[in-house]
């Protein structure tokens, strides 16, 4: 097990309980960081956070609230006043349902609400180390459209296409971070981290039929595509590490520029605005 030195770097990453924020956080231990665990389950998190060794540990938050996203941004800051890393990682598909406490469908509470609101809280940490911040998204094909009541408004309902909308914001709003951010020499960048069809993703699905936990992992299974979770986990550690030249999509181990809407300014403003006025709203 690593001892933390004076050089070791800290990082944080949500979701950091299971899935690929468990093996994440084992590699970047790993790797000789300490880690900040962030998520819903202390026994799962004392237990990752020892393996994990390091000096690092398991600090307790649910993102589906924003007030406890605050208090978490605030507790994060004093446990790492200078912080080298955030991962955005926790991450999920919601079938239509009932809202959080602020009003917020879920997938959008999730996916797009809370990395925007624990990232901004941490922005004074986080330009002391001259840190990075990777949002953890999905595959996306070039011409998937969006529109934003689907994402956040009325139209939002959730499901698999709701959740893919939900990460093209999140895609977008790594890009308005870097714009609005990057002189302060924080770096943003979006990860698709693979399919990997071994994780507890899609569990969150209600319904009889779940495509996520029956025909994904059977025809992953068949045609053997997806990879493992430690592969997953190593292009998390090796976008902490690696030089990334602005805002990018993190796909299959290299940089692309993403779908054509997350490279739109006006979408790009407009997603920053959406994420920003509802998580406003929802505090006040
Ligand atoms: N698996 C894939 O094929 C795949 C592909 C592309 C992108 N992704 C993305 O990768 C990320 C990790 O997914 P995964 O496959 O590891 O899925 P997962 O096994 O379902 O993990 C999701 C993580 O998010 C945490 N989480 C959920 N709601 C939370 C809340 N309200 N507060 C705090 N933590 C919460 C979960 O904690 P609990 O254990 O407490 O529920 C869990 O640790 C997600 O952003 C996902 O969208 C996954």
Do not use: C
Not at 112 to 122: D, K, Y
């Amino acid at each position: 097990m690593n001892t933390p030195t004076q050089t070791t770097r800290t990082a944080v990453v949500t979701g950091g309980t299971s899935g690929l924020g468990e093996a994440a956080a084992l590699a970047l231990a790993q790797a000789g960081w300490r880690v900040l665990i962030v998520g819903r389950d202390p026994s799962r998190g004392a237990d990752v956070a020892k393996r994990a060794g390091n000096g690092s540990e398991f600090i307790a938050g649910d993102l589906f609230s924003l007030a406890d996203v605050r208090r978490l941004a605030g507790e994060l800051s004093r446990k790492a006043p200078s912080l080298d890393l955030l991962v955005n990682n926790a991450g999920g598909v919601f079938s239509a349902g009932a809202p959080t406490v602020d009003g917020l469908e879920r997938t959008f509470a999730l996916n797009v609400a809370a990395p925007h609101v624990l990232t901004e809280g941490l922005l004074e940490p986080l330009a002391k180390a001259k840190g990075r911040v990777i949002n953890v998204v999905t595959g996306i094909a070039d011409g998937f459209k969006a529109d934003l009541d689907q994402v956040a408004g009325t139209k939002a309902k959730g499901g698999m296409f709701g959740y893919v909308r939900n990460k093209l914001a999140l895609l977008a709003l790594t890009r308005a971070q870097q714009q609005k951010h990057a002189a302060r020499g924080i770096t943003f960048v979006a990860l698709h981290p693979g399919i990997i069809p071994t994780t507890r993703f899609g569990h969150t699905m209600e319904g009889l039929f779940n495509p996520f936990t029956t025909i994904g992992p059977f025809f992953a299974k068949l045609f053997r595509f997806g990879v493992t979770e430690q592969v997953a986990a190593s292009r998390y550690v090796k976008l902490a590490q690696d030089s990334v030249e602005g805002a990018g999509y993190y796909y299959e181990g290299a940089l692309r520029p993403g779908p054509k809407l997350a490279l739109d300014a006006g979408f790009v403003d407009s997603v920053w605005t959406l994420a920003s006025q509802k998580t406003h709203q929802a505090s006040a």
